[in-house]
């Protein structure tokens, strides 16, 4: 199933963007008459009918819409981009495949990259979102100061951080159907300074499991851990 | 920490391989008198010394060694590897991270890909298995055929496939403390024969989640639900 992205449907538009046009037309070959699957990423699937198979702006006329309600728990995922941009990238596409609500990139205190690339990142997350036939976008951030997202409301707030006495565990520190916000710190990890400010916000300090995990690997394993307890 | 491997250890090694060689004493500037850690992959840690920082052949005397007992339940995933090697690369070295033992390559009706390059794939192997801090290393096979991996031993056998109406779910169908083989298709799923041969040979079929997941998120989520049943 080829699924299409048109955010604009709720505001009247029929036609696909030129991207994704040109990949009807051009790669998939659809014609006048076929049917094709688009989500607005806003909850709703339409399938619809092509009216004008044109490359550079292809026009439909929905057949129908169906409505996904958003799940009952929402996942925030707060992250210090990797050096290594690839394995962001990887954490990203990951995330939305098996459910994530919004990603916010963080800068830390040993941070080792201050920069990123919100456009390629979006296209990674439309790219995996249709990928996984979900009809809901996930939200990313710019890159915003670890302050700032400690400021960020949600239910359940925790930081992960190895602690070697009696690890709290996220899996039994979350609760069912709620809505968490999880912060995972850089390569260098989290400054002493701010595990403390975290705490004074009210993030609870957990663990993830007996490995120590690269940056991607802890922010993927969270974003399971949390979908798993809500399975 | 930096973590080595010589897995010559237990057959009286007291050096390291070229490349770790290499490692410790040019790129750590590791001398004489310095204490490095390293592993044997079968399950001890060895806190050692370093007696001759040769960067073509570092000595060392064992100080003292930690042994690792076996986790109570093993993880073997049987996965038919994708197209583009980068994702199979990036699997392996993710379910290596959070915990595996044994990763069957396998090659099945409907397999884009019907070469792997074992030593390249070990070694990725390795270096996530020092990264995370493991005295075990997990164990790869060459490409091996779909019929043969259905002959291999395990307490729960499970093949993933997405079925409509009612799936059993892998999280509820495996048990604490067992041996598990999971069976992860090509991008082009299982055939419904391999499906068929699968459930005469007592592979139960099951669901990962809600989601439509490509091969390798497929099998790093089994890799995990497994984990996590048995935190």
Redesign the interface.
């Known amino acids: 199933m080829n699924l299409f992205y048109q955010p604009e449907i709720p505001r009247g538009a029929n036609f696909l963007s030129p991207e994704e046009s040109r990949h009807a037309v051009k790669v998939l070959r659809m014609k006048n008459l076929d049917t094709i699957d688009i989500t607005d990423g806003q909850g709703s699937f339409y399938h619809a009918q092509i009216t004008e198979a044109n490359a550079a702006k292809c026009e439909f006329e929905i057949l129908n819409t169906k409505s996904v309600a958003r799940r009952p728990f929402e996942i925030s995922i707060a992250v210090a981009p990797t050096k290594n941009i690839d394995r962001t990238e990887?954490f990203l596409e990951?995330a939305v495949?098996?459910?994530v609500e919004r990603i916010y990139f963080m800068d830390c205190q040993n941070s080792e990259r201050h920069h990123i690339n919100q456009d390629r990142l979006m296209k990674i997350v439309i790219s995996a979102m249709k990928?996984?036939?979900?009809a809901w976008i996930p939200e990313i951030t710019e890159l915003i100061p670890f302050k700032e997202v400690l400021k960020k409301k949600a239910q359940q707030k925790f930081i992960c951080h190895a602690t070697n006495e009696h690890p709290n565990?996220l899996?039994t520190a979350a609760q069912k159907n709620s809505h968490y916000l999880v912060l995972i710190g850089p390569e260098g990890d989290f400054s002493p300074e701010e595990i403390k400010d975290a705490q004074v916000n009210n993030f609870e300090i957990v663990s993830l499991?007996?490995?120590?995990?690269?940056t991607e690997?802890a922010a993927?394993?969270a974003c399971?851990?949390l979908?798993?307890i809500n399975?």
């Open positions: 990887w990951k495949e098996i459910g990928q996984s036939v979900q565990m899996h499991g007996p490995n120590r995990l690269r690997t993927l394993t399971q851990i979908n798993f399975l």
